[in-house]
């Protein structure tokens, strides 16, 4: 079986405000940018992205769910649920796709709630602290994985 030509690009809570939210922090780019990023890295590739963004937990999962039927691999900044959510971790590790863990703002130099994720240790690749340009790293990373090549 080879591996869909489609990545699920999962922007979770808050996320929808880039641009306004905090530009000290996640800088001036936009939701819209951060999904042409990525968008174009795939394409690099051959790869394509759906995008979702939802601050409701649920409407996330769904996404993950469905995301076992036609893509190879996810790109996921999980926002807030990052620190909170055993179901998101649930579901990525449910639907056996590797996935990358993506952080606009370096969490490790931000408050200590925010330094506990629950994703770091079941993800394929991890990215934190390279500002929207993240996204294309993650994308780029998980996708050499997904071919089979090195971690670049």
Same mark, same amino acid.
């Given at each position: 079986?080879?591996?869909?030509?489609?990545?699920?690009l999962v922007?979770?809570?808050?996320?929808?405000?880039?641009?306004?939210?905090?530009?000290? $922090?996640?800088?001036? *780019?936009?939701? *819209?940018?951060?999904?042409? $990023?990525?968008? +174009?890295? *795939?394409? @690099?590739?051959?790869?394509? $992205?759906?995008?979702?963004?939802?601050?409701?937990?649920?409407?996330?999962?769904?996404?993950?769910?469905?995301?076992? +039927?036609?893509?190879?691999? /996810?790109?996921?900044?999980?926002?807030?649920?990052? %620190?909170?959510? !055993? *179901?998101?971790?649930?579901?990525?590790?449910? !639907?056996?796709?590797?996935?990358?863990? /993506? %952080? $606009?703002?370096?969490?490790?130099?931000?408050? +200590?709630?925010?330094? %506990?994720?629950?994703?770091?240790?079941v993800a394929?690749? %991890?990215? =934190?602290?390279?500002? =929207?340009?993240?996204?294309?790293?993650?994308?780029?990373?998980? /996708?050499?994985?997904?071919?089979?090549? @090195?971690?670049?």
């Amino acid at each position: 079986m080879t591996t869909p030509r489609r990545l699920l690009l999962v922007n979770g809570p808050n996320l929808n405000l880039l641009g306004l939210r905090e530009p000290g $922090i996640y800088g001036s *780019a936009t939701l *819209a940018d951060v999904e042409r $990023i990525t968008a +174009e890295a *795939a394409g @690099a590739y051959g790869y394509e $992205i759906r995008a979702v963004q939802s601050n409701h937990e649920g409407v996330l999962l769904d996404a993950i769910h469905d995301a076992r +039927e036609d893509c190879g691999g /996810i790109v996921i900044n999980a926002g807030a649920y990052t %620190h909170t959510s !055993v *179901a998101l971790r649930d579901a990525l590790t449910g !639907v056996a796709l590797p996935f990358a863990e /993506i %952080h $606009i703002s370096d969490v490790y130099a931000r408050e +200590e709630f925010r330094h %506990h994720s629950y994703l770091t240790d079941v993800a394929a690749v %991890h990215v =934190v602290g390279e500002g =929207v340009q993240g996204y294309a790293t993650a994308t780029r990373r998980l /996708i050499l994985l997904l071919e089979g090549q @090195a971690d670049g």
